[in-house]
């Protein structure tokens, strides 16, 4: 009696499954569309997954997901190196980046300060940040975390480190939703809000831009 291994179409349901936002049944929806195109289908799947895992890495400069190092973002002499654009996630930069309301660099931190989950200073990029601020020609950076109380969280955090180098710090403005993505805000929303930034801590007691109360 032939012995019979793991069902593959289950293991590529679970496979799919663990992606963020694919729940079970999306995730056999798509197996079964995978196995009615040609095999050539799957084969240039396969090794489009192996391929970005082999030769994307992260830009030595702003943290970013890159094949080149510096990225092609880093190594454009026409954006603005005194300003830094610092997000979460890879996806926030080209969110933000599609907008065309910032032409700086920009940072990510991989993630926000979130203690429930494990995520302290320690396992963002936030070190890498504070070495380019201590090089030196930034005059401004835009915290642009998400509306979240994570996302707040982080700005704030950011704001009291960066402060003592005397380079001002601004937050995203009106127009993004409190507990929203920037993944999925629109352009125009995410262009208000880049153009109508406002200094952390400035709104109230007349205080410096950059600068927060003790």
Request: aromatic share 2%; glycine share 12%.
């Amino acid at each position: 009696m032939p012995a019979h291994g793991p069902d593959p179409i289950q293991e590529l349901i679970a496979a799919l499954a663990r992606l963020p936002g694919i729940g079970e049944k999306t995730a056999a929806r798509l197996a079964f569309h995978i196995l009615d195109q040609p095999e050539a289908y799957a084969e240039e799947l396969a090794r489009a997954l192996v391929a970005v895992k082999a030769r994307v890495r992260l830009c030595g400069e702003c943290q970013d997901l890159t094949e080149d190092d510096p990225c092609r973002r880093c190594r454009d002499q026409s954006r603005d190196r005194t300003v830094v654009c610092v997000v979460a996630r890879p996806q926030d930069l080209r969110a933000v980046d599609r907008t065309g309301a910032f032409r700086g660099r920009y940072h990510v931190l991989h993630g926000v300060l979130s203690p429930l989950d494990g995520v302290g200073p320690d396992q963002l990029r936030i070190k890498e940040l504070l070495r380019r601020i201590e090089g030196g020609g930034l005059r401004e950076v835009i915290v642009a975390t998400g509306p979240s109380v994570e996302g707040e969280a982080t700005a704030l955090y950011l704001s009291r480190l960066i402060a003592p180098a005397g380079v001002t710090v601004s937050r995203l403005a009106v127009g993004l939703p409190v507990g929203g993505d920037l993944e999925y805000a629109d352009q125009a929303t995410l262009g208000r809000a880049l153009e109508n930034r406002t200094p952390v801590g400035a709104a109230s007691g007349g205080e410096g831009a950059g600068t927060t109360k003790r």
